[in-house]
């Protein structure tokens, strides 16, 4: 009986190596993807058991933090501040996963960034359980306080930063939401709360408008233009231009006309710097037929067309190239209509650059990653993404700013004994619809600590009579004020 | 007696055993607390001391018994006790030690009452019917019970047990005894039909209650893994027994038209085989196939190294403790542990089939490798079900899985191994020239 078996010894050892290969596979080959299905806990609970690191402003308040709870899922994820800063810091949910800072940040969160320090050897033998990092925001609670105190119950954005290092120091946005409930314990309350928020719509409380809806930016793009002009050399601030009632586009029988429906300068001639004063559409629908690559160039420089590098998810804005067959649409596009769209964020960028010399910095939300023990971890560079604009340009794109203020259509947010450079923006939507009202601005004009834009969906409660200068400017010099005792200017 | 070296290298090999074990228990105590190991010192000692006493007692009654036997089962019910420990530090785990203690009780007794194998053979008959009674047994009104869908556990009292675990021991021991005394009418192929020969029908008589037996285990009891079980014993033992290939074919012919039978006529089987194939479909993941899915879950946690004792969640496997005990070293030890887990199993078979092939009576040769086979093959549909290797079909995994039937029945069936290979190896090596002169096997 011997060779029967020795082969029924063989079938055997045929099974278990048919079981080791099977486990070769779940363990080792097919692992990554088994162990990833949402419906393994696992990840969640280990997640769950460690004390995530606080989000914290720059002047210290904490905006999110864990707190034990008496169930397997040992902490919970809490948001003090409620909606203020739910746009920046985003969601921590074992619902509906992370996102913004609690995503980009997650591993610092953790403490899983593949660094074994003292004091996590020392928190594991006294079993004081994992400690992730504290990540510490830009964002200046006061700023942001002040930004969600001068929206009120406008829906729109309002974005504040400082031009020297691109630090973002207030970024807030109407409609917010509450990210504690979406890391509620109760599945059915975070549940309710997610389909309250509308998630699919454009218009949903979780879009950050400041970051991620494009807007026509109207005549706040002028500035662009302004620099555009200049820095092609062949238009001064004395450069003249004629001043007509309506202005005929080529290749059509279209004219443009004024927002005001007159003359800008009582009709003849108008010298750029008056144009940018009074905010004069036709003197820039020349400009915009004259120099379309030029202008395109600076509003690249400025981060037009391309993803900015921010620590949370954004949307482009965009300046696209008009080809040649569409001329008109060049006029439009010169005082930020047409296909033009750009975020809040993208332009306070372009008052930041022109504050920062022509260099645009690069806008980040995050100061630095601070260790258990209080020790920095990771210190967040400020860097510039390019030059827009040589600084000489700059500094006369500046100085025709401050007329704005000082004589212009931007009077609302004059600051006594302050040079305030700003330009205002009424830009039109849909036939129907209120104007979009606009206004950036940085001051001081002479020493730059703050550059602010406000964007105020429809001009608010003003309703069709709605301007940047009446709408928007008022509450950029909100902001300014608030900033003038924090950075003492 | 001379000295017994064979004992000695099982002394050794019990003490790695016993190392890895208690580091095993120690780790998973420490993982869940870290100032304190005491609670998992009693149960340290019993274990050892149990062991000391089991291998204590080989060196007196069956000094020339293979020495790789009690050592191989003690790693693994170590291992095992040290997973359940993991799971439940103050329920099962405890209770799994006194399980064990009880096992090497049933051990030892086995070593001393039965002195000499061939003589059990001579109770096949008895032997026989009370292991399809105790298969049939939770059928029984009043005392059976359907536990997780299948009816195979009995309740008497406050205790309960599976009887089917000691009905393999009697059946293996039956087939034994059955296949040694008939073998050759067996293997001779009187009739013919077509182009086939067949042996006589009447000795088909065994095969065909067999197969009534395994198919009303699985129709009544619902239990597939079982009736898959205890009819690939029988028919491996055939097979050894005639070497005739065209049994295995014949009895796997009846199995796959009893399975199909199965299938159509049970929601349960059915369910099972839905489940293996697509285990992660949402309509499966979170109910009936929520069980696999959390094992393979572990599993792939697991990777190769493993979380390390006491830092996964094989909690999470819902009655992880028994069938799916293999999952939790999976999760915490890695391929590294389920591949060593393996190895000792395959270890413990080959060991088993080297007894029966150097035993020198039909009966013995029978035995052994019915008992190994039992091992192997039990083995093999578990970690088979838990890995999706094949559909799940709840059994216990040999020395691993929480359970007191399961773990007496295993050591009484190491014990009978252990006394076949030292009568044989004790015995004075037959004389080539005898073998010869009688003809040889």
């Known amino acids: ?305 391309t993803r900015l590098p921010l620590d949370i998810a954004s949307e482009p804005s965009n300046y696209p190239a008009v080809p040649d067959n569409k001329e008109p649409l060049r006029a439009y596009s010169a005082i930020g209509q047409g296909n033009v769209n750009a975020t809040p964020l993208q332009m306070a960028l372009v008052a930041a650059g022109v504050a920062n010399g022509g260099d645009v910095p690069s806008p980040h939300l995050v100061r630095d990653v601070i260790d258990p023990t209080g020790k920095i971890a990771r210190h967040f560079e400020p860097d510039a993404m390019g030059s827009a604009m040589s600084s000489a340009t700059a500094q006369t794109v500046t100085e025709m700013m401050t007329a704005v203020v000082d004589e212009g259509t931007g009077t609302a947010a004059q600051i006594e004994g302050i040079k305030v450079a700003g330009k205002t923006g009424t830009a039109q939507t849909v036939e129907g619809q209120n104007p979009h009202t606009w206004f950036i601005c940085f001051a001081p004009a002479d020493n730059p600590k703050i550059a602010v834009a406000v964007l105020v969906e429809n001009g608010g409660s003003f309703g069709s009579e709605a301007t940047g200068g009446a709408v928007a400017a008022p509450l950029a010099k909100q902001i300014l004020e608030a900033d003038r005792p924090i950075d003492k200017w | 007696m001379q000295a017994a070296p064979r004992r000695n290298s099982e002394l050794s090999l019990l003490i790695l055993a016993f190392i890895l074990g208690a580091g095993a228990i120690a780790l998973v105590a420490l993982a869940r607390n870290t100032k304190d190991i005491a609670p998992a010192i009693p149960l340290m000692v019993v274990l050892i001391v149990g062991y000391v006493v089991a291998h204590i007692v080989m060196r007196r009654t069956v000094p020339q018994a293979d020495p790789l036997l009690l050592p191989l089962a003690a790693i693994l019910n170590i291992l095992g006790v040290a997973a359940i420990y993991r799971l439940s530090p103050e329920g099962f785990g405890p209770t799994q030690v006194t399980w064990t203690a009880v096992g090497l009780v049933f051990f030892i007794g086995t070593l001393l009452l039965v002195r000499d194998y061939k003589r059990i053979a001579s109770y096949k008959y008895i032997l026989g019917s009370v292991g399809i009674g105790l298969l049939l047994l939770p059928l029984a009104p009043g005392i059976g019970q359907n536990i997780n869908g299948a009816r195979l556990w009995v309740h008497l009292g406050s205790y309960s047990f599976q009887p089917g675990e000691l009905a ?123 069980q696999l899915a959390q094992s393979l879950f572990a599993l792939a946690t697991g990777g190769l190294f493993g979380t390390g004792l006491g830092q996964g969640r094989p909690d999470i496997i819902p009655a992880a403790h028994t069938d799916f005990i293999f999952s939790v070293i999976g999760e915490e030890l890695g391929l590294l542990g389920t591949a060593a887990v393996l190895l000792c199993f395959l270890l413990l078979v080959a060991r088993g089939l080297r007894i029966a092939m150097s035993t020198r009576d039909d009966f013995g040769q029978l035995l052994a490798a019915g008992l190994t086979t039992i091992l192997g093959i039990q083995t093999f549909i578990i970690l088979a079900g838990v890995t999706r290797l094949l559909p799940l079909t709840g059994i216990t995994l040999p020395f691993m899985s929480y359970g007191g039937s399961s773990l007496l029945s295993n050591f009484i069936l190491i014990a009978l191994l252990a006394r076949i290979s030292h009568e044989t190896d004790s015995a004075p090596p037959p004389a080539h020239t005898a073998e010869i002169l009688i003809g040889g096997r």
């Open chain 2, 168 to 290: 393999k021991l009697c059946l293996v021991i039956f087939f034994a005894a059955y296949l040694a005394e008939r073998k050759e009418l067996l293997s001779i192929a009187s009739r013919k039909i077509g182009p086939f020969h067949f042996p006589d029908i009447k000795h088909f008589g065994p095969l065909l209650v067999m197969w009534a037996v395994s198919l009303a285990v699985m129709f009544f009891e619902k239990d597939l893994g079982s009736s898959l079980l205890f009819f690939s014993i029988f028919l491996v033992m055939l097979y050894i027994a005639t070497a005739r290939a065209v049994y295995v074919s014949f009895g796997m012919l009846l199995f796959a038209i009893g399975a199909y039978i199965g299938y159509e006529t049970f929601a349960h089987v059915q369910q099972r085989v839905l489940v293996w194939k697509d285990v992660f479909n949402e309509r499966y993941i979170n109910n009936e196939g929520y």
């Open chain 1, 1 to 305: 009986m011997q060779p029967q078996i020795r082969r029924v010894g063989i079938g055997i050892m045929l099974l278990f190596v048919a079981v080791f290969l099977q486990l070769n596979y779940v363990q080792i080959f097919a692992a990554k993807s088994i162990a990833s299905n949402g419906a393994n806990q696992r990840r969640l609970l280990r997640e769950y058991s460690i004390k995530r690191g606080d989000i914290i402003t720059l002047n210290g308040v904490q905006v999110a933090r864990s707190v034990k709870t008496n169930n397997e899922y040992k902490y919970l994820r809490q948001y003090p501040q409620g909606e203020l800063y739910g746009q920046i810091t985003g969601y921590y949910s074992r619902w509906y996963g992370s996102d913004r800072i609690e995503r980009t940040y997650n591993d610092e969160l953790l403490g899983d960034v593949g660094v074994l320090s003292m004091q996590d050897i020392q928190d594991r033998l006294f079993d004081r359980g994992t400690r992730g990092e504290t990540v510490r925001l830009t964002i200046d609670s006061r700023l942001q306080e002040a930004a969600q105190q001068a929206l009120g119950d406008n829906r729109g954005a309002i974005v504040a930063i400082e031009p020297s290092t691109g630090e973002i120091r207030a970024m807030y946005s109407n409609p917010s939401f509450d990210p504690s409930q979406l890391a509620a314990q109760d599945s059915k309350e975070a549940e309710r709360f997610w389909n309250s928020l509308d998630v699919t719509s454009r218009t949903s409380p979780l879009v950050n408008i400041a970051t991620s809806r494009g807007y026509p930016p109207g005549s706040t793009f002028k500035v662009v233009t302004t620099a555009a002009a200049l820095e092609s050399g062949r238009y001064t601030p004395e450069s003249t231009f004629p001043d007509p009632l309506e202005l005929e586009l080529p290749q059509t029988d279209e004219t443009l006309t004024n927002f005001s429906k007159s003359t800008c300068a009582g009709g003849g001639e108008i010298d750029l710097f008056t144009a940018l004063t009074v905010s004069c559409d036709t003197t820039y629908a020349i400009l915009g037929l004259k120099i379309p690559d030029e202008i395109k160039d600076v509003a690249d420089g400025f981060g037009f067309n």
